[in-house]
């Protein structure tokens, strides 16, 4: 990037979305502060030490050092930023409205701290209900009135598409930039900000290699509104598909089809797609399901009710006791019963908890009575953290798990998953079941191992 298109880009909030999107701006040449309220986040940071789980975060820490700045003085950097990007969480509230105290307490800073002599575009990439975008400028406004300081307030919308675990590279290689904002002042600079991603002019980190094929981004301009409502529907409609498919796979199980092989057959209509139609425990983490909460809720303030949507987050809640009723089926007897989970994260490559299918499938074989054992790859320690009076005895290795086990339940995809030794887990389980929410595993070979194997939707 030539120095002169180089922007000056203060990100309010340094957790998944605003660290991943920090050093990727900071490695195309931006100069970036990175601030965090969270001393501890920005004291490690500060120490070299990544904060999130991501593939290729450690590398990218160190290739974009010398443009990027941690800290949690806002005060600081915030009047000189030409770009003020808004990454704080939106949780759900009791009735499943988003919470937008976090959003609007940045807003208030920036009022607090703005002086007039540059016009920054302030970017809500937060996801945030209709009308934020608008909320955010009449926050700064106010603030700014009270002060005394008359300038333009330009915000933008600017959703944020990536997936936990290959954050990165969704970031320096999405399928599509949107911005939604009514002045092209704003539409411009977040043009030239996102430039050496929309043209991939830069070359791509060693870790994070460009994907084979990949196809220039669409820059997508809307209303700030449309741009608001287009996060919520993406997120809505991948959480629908993925409650399609388990929906399928209930009638393929009893039907007595592959819901593998279903998927492939529909998926390769180009219209419907193959991605996002793996049957299995059901969706969760961080945002599928606020999400979905939170666009309901909208409708239910326009008094619109959204049947689908409605079905899509039941349909998923009863995918997850399934992985419990599969298991009631196979033992007889769930109370006094050993069950080894494999897989607490909602999805592999991540430590992140948020509502994990693991964690509700756990309750409700404790609430049973089971005795539970658990594994995974890296979210242990979060777990133990998170949920302290969990009743789970952890282990550090799956041949620890399964020694003693009357069942297992896979839950979380990890890829070491694959290559477990089950000639050896049979001779260590005290009954041979195994429940694979996630039909990763190859269940001949379970079987011709003397195992009683239960997928989802074959
Ligand atoms: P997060 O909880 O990981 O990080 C938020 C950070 O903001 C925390 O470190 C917190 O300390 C900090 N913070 C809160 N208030 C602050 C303030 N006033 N000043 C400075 N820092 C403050 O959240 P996240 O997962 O990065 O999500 C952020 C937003 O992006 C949410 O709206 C989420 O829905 C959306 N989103 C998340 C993802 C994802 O995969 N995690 C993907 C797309 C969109
Ligand atoms: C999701 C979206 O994919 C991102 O585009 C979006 O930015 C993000 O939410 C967000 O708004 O935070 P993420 O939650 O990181 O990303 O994870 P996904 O890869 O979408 O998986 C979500 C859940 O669906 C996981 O529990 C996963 O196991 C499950 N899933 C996914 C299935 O059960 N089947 C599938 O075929 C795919």
């Avoid at 920005?42 to 010398?66: C, F, H, P, R, W």
């Avoid at 991603?197 to 981004?217: A, C, M, N, S, Y």
């Avoid at 409605?310 to 089926?329: A, D, G, P």
């Avoid at 490559?349 to 049973?368: A, F, V, Y």
Wanted: glycine share 8%.
């Amino acid at each position: 990037m030539k120095p002169k298109d180089s922007l000056k880009v203060l990100i309010v909030g340094t957790g998944y979305v605003g660290l991943t999107t920090g050093l990727s701006l900071a490695y195309l040449g931006h100069q970036v502060y990175c601030i965090d309220n969270n001393k501890t986040v920005v004291d490690k940071l500060n120490a070299g030490i990544t904060t999130i789980y991501e593939s290729g975060i450690k590398e990218l820490m160190q290739e974009s050092k010398k443009n990027i700045i941690f800290s949690d003085e806002i005060v600081k950097y915030l009047p000189n930023s030409d770009v003020i990007v808004i990454a704080v969480g939106t949780p759900s509230k009791n009735n499943g409205d988003c919470d937008l105290s976090y959003v609007e307490a940045v807003a208030e800073e920036i009022g607090n701290n703005l002086n007039g002599e540059k016009i920054p575009v302030i970017v809500n990439k937060s996801t945030v209900p209709v009308g934020s975008s608008r909320r955010v400028e009449a926050v700064v406004r106010s603030r700014l009135e009270q002060r005394g300081i008359d300038m333009d307030v330009l915000v933008a919308s600017n959703p944020e598409f990536l997936r936990e675990g290959v954050a990165l590279n969704d970031t320096l290689y999405p399928d599509r930039i949107v911005v939604g904002a009514d002045d092209v002042r704003a539409i411009n600079l977040l043009r030239q900000m996102y430039a050496p991603i929309l043209e991939q002019t830069f070359t791509p980190p060693k870790v994070i290699p460009r994907p084979d094929g990949f196809e220039l981004p669409a820059f997508v301009t809307t209303s700030a509104t449309s741009a608001e409502l287009i996060k919520y529907s993406a997120n809505a409609f991948l959480a629908m598909k993925i409650s399609f498919i388990n929906e399928i796979a209930g009638l393929a199980e009893r039907v007595g089809a592959d819901i593998q092989e279903v998927s492939r057959g529909i998926g390769l209509d180009k219209r419907i797609g193959q991605r996002f139609l793996g049957a299995g425990a059901g969706w969760g983490g961080s945002c599928f399901p606020k999400d979905t909460q939170a666009i309901l809720h909208t409708g239910f303030q326009y008094g619109y009710e959204m049947p689908l949507i409605k079905s899509t987050i039941e349909v998923n809640q009863r995918q997850r006791l399934c992985m419990v009723e599969k298991l009631q089926s196979l033992l007889k007897v769930i109370r006094g019963s050993t069950i080894g989970v494999l897989g607490l994260s909602f999805k592999p490559d991540t430590d992140d908890l948020r509502d994990s299918p693991s964690i509700d499938i756990i309750h409700r074989l404790l609430d049973m009575g089971a005795r539970v054992k658990a594994y995974d790859p890296v979210a242990m320690e979060n777990c133990r953290k998170e949920y302290p009076n969990l009743e789970v005895e952890y282990v550090d290795s799956v041949s620890a798990l399964v020694n003693g086990c009357d069942a297992i339940a896979l839950i979380t995809d990890w890829k070491e998953f694959s290559y477990i030794n089950w000639d050896e887990a049979a001779n260590q389980m005290r009954q041979k079941i195994v429940i694979d929410g996630r039909n990763m595993l190859q269940r001949e070979e379970l079987e011709n191992l003397g195992f009683n194997y239960r997928g989802v939707g074959r």
